[in-house]
């Protein structure tokens, strides 16, 4: 789903940037809008910064608000509903797919904003420490235990799908 989402994101900026206008013989000229946009790649990149920017804030959040709370409800709270719910498992195939949508978006900004890797690094250290905190405090065991060898092969072509997305727009920028 968030890969579809960059998707959207793309197709969408690239409407944009390249818009066609109808003249007086009713021909209409399709290609780049220099006047809306005159350094385009500095837009694209500035979309891929805000992606990952919010990326890191709703990681933080969901720690923050979501996670810690319901711990802390399931704890010292005696309701027959929050008991049920339980303390969360630390799931493991939703962190990877979060962090392959985080690489993604790093992958296509790395063409339009060269720092995009650092910064990318940077995100990925404090993500680290972040979900190491919430493993330890806020989840539980899973009830079953996470077999890799059956869901290698999804990680993979997921991860194939992301790099395909992030080199098609490269790719088409380079060859205009």
Same mark, same amino acid.
């Given at each position: 789903?968030?890969?579809?989402?960059?998707?959207?994101?793309?197709?969408?900026?690239?409407?944009?940037?390249?818009?066609?206008?109808?003249?007086?013989?009713?021909?209409?000229?399709?290609?780049?809008?220099?006047?809306?946009?005159?350094?385009?790649?500095?837009?694209?990149?500035?979309?891929?910064?805000?992606?990952?920017?919010?990326?890191?804030?709703?990681?933080?959040?969901?720690?923050?608000?979501?996670?810690?709370?319901?711990?802390? #409800? *399931? !704890?010292? $709270?005696?309701?027959?509903?929050?008991?049920?719910?339980?303390?969360?498992?630390?799931?493991?195939?939703?962190? +990877?797919?979060?962090?392959?949508?985080?690489?993604?978006?790093?992958?296509?900004?790395?063409?339009?904003?060269?720092?995009?890797?650092?910064?990318?690094?940077?995100?990925?250290?404090?993500?680290?420490?972040?979900?190491?905190?919430? #493993? *330890? !405090?806020? $989840?539980?065991?899973?009830?079953?235990?996470?077999r890799a060898s059956?869901?290698?092969?999804?990680?993979?072509? +997921?991860?194939?799908?992301?790099?395909?997305?992030?080199?098609?727009?490269?790719?088409?920028?380079?060859?205009?």
């Open positions: 789903m968030r890969l579809a989402s960059i998707g959207v994101l793309l197709f969408s900026l690239w409407s944009q940037i390249t818009s066609c206008s109808w003249t007086e013989d009713r021909v209409c000229p399709c290609g780049y809008n220099h006047t809306l946009y005159p350094c385009w790649e500095t837009h694209v990149g500035q979309e891929m910064y805000k992606l990952m920017i919010f990326d890191f804030l709703i990681i933080g959040a969901v720690t923050v608000f979501i996670e810690f709370p319901r711990k802390i #409800l *399931v !704890n010292h $709270c005696d309701l027959g509903l929050i008991k049920w719910l339980g303390q969360q498992e630390f799931s493991i195939p939703q962190n +990877v797919l979060e962090i392959v949508y985080g690489q993604t978006i790093c992958w296509i900004g790395t063409f339009y904003c060269p720092l995009m890797p650092a910064i990318n690094t940077i995100k990925y250290f404090l993500v680290f420490y972040i979900k190491k905190v919430t #493993l *330890v !405090n806020n $989840c539980r065991p899973a009830s079953r235990p996470f059956s869901s290698n092969f999804f990680f993979l072509a +997921v991860l194939l799908i992301g790099l395909a997305l992030a080199t098609l727009p490269v790719t088409v920028s380079i060859a205009q």
